[in-house]
């Protein structure tokens, strides 16, 4: 099965309304709507910037999608602080990040909050993009492949195979994220090829073979393309190069297979 590429942009806590029109902008502008055939290309904001990236998008009519960086568990109530899934979908979010490493750990989420996010994200028609991860003992140990794979287990844990297929997984070593340690290609395969062994456990083969994995972890234009090339890495969770327009738009194309726009 043919899995189309997509590279989601992580802006983290980065950029005002402002500031997030005008890189929305120059995207836009750097990546001609020829590509987007062949790559889906989102960004994902601060919650503030949300609205302003929703009203540009719609307005102009861009091939970009857009997401959320997290999503409450909860539906609605006295959750000070909480965005629910209901708010991300009204303001037309495609895809939310759940579980990223910086979330599990300046936040302790563990397992059961990252899988009672992902529940909230289907409920609401969002697409978790489901975050797993070692740190760098874990990966010195040379258990870093049975590591990924209970966290993948504990993430979409009692979720159906119709669930699961709904969901995309990002591969972001903890070492990696923002570092300037990437790692190789064959180090990415590895895990996003176990990853991709293990859905077939937990829903079926069918299911494994359409889910999009993507690698994330100091993601670049010069590292995209043979990390991408791998034949279970689906895309990239990118992050700093994620704000540089004309780096984020170079690294969607060769996404796509090029050529560089």
Not at 16 to 33: D, G, T
Not at 140 to 153: I, K, P, S
Not at 223 to 242: H, K, R, Y
């Amino acid at each position: 099965m043919a899995r189309k590429p997509l590279i989601a942009g992580n802006w983290k806590m980065n950029l005002n309304h402002l500031e997030a029109i005008s890189l929305v902008q120059k995207i836009a502008f750097s990546l001609p709507e020829k590509y987007f055939d062949k790559v889906d290309v989102t960004v994902i904001p601060p919650f503030t910037d949300i609205r302003s990236v929703q009203t540009l998008i719609e307005g102009d009519k861009l091939l970009l999608t857009y997401g959320a960086q997290d999503v409450s568990a909860e539906d609605s109530g006295a959750f000070t602080g909480e965005i629910s899934g209901s708010m991300l979908a009204k303001l037309g979010c495609t895809f939310v990040v759940v579980g990223h490493s910086e979330r599990r750990t300046l936040h302790s989420e563990d397992d059961a909050v990252v899988l009672a996010k992902t529940k909230a994200a289907l409920k609401n028609g969002l697409t978790p993009i489901v975050c797993i991860g070692e740190g760098l003992n874990i990966r010195e140990a040379g258990e870093h492949v049975a590591y990924n794979v209970a966290q993948l287990r504990g993430s979409l844990d009692g979720l159906s195979a119709d669930d699961i297929a709904k969901v995309v997984i990002a591969y972001e070593p903890v070492w990696a994220i923002g570092t300037g340690r990437v790692a190789s290609a064959s180090d990415a395969q590895e895990v996003c090829g176990a990853i991709r062994e293990e859905l077939k456990e937990l829903a079926s083969a069918e299911v494994a073979a359409g889910v999009r994995v993507l690698y994330g972890g100091s993601v670049n234009a010069k590292n995209v393309g043979e990390i991408v090339g791998q034949p279970d890495v689906d895309g990239a969770l990118v992050g700093g190069a994620s704000l540089k327009a004309d780096e984020f738009a170079t690294l969607s194309a060769i996404a796509a297979g090029g050529p560089l726009p």
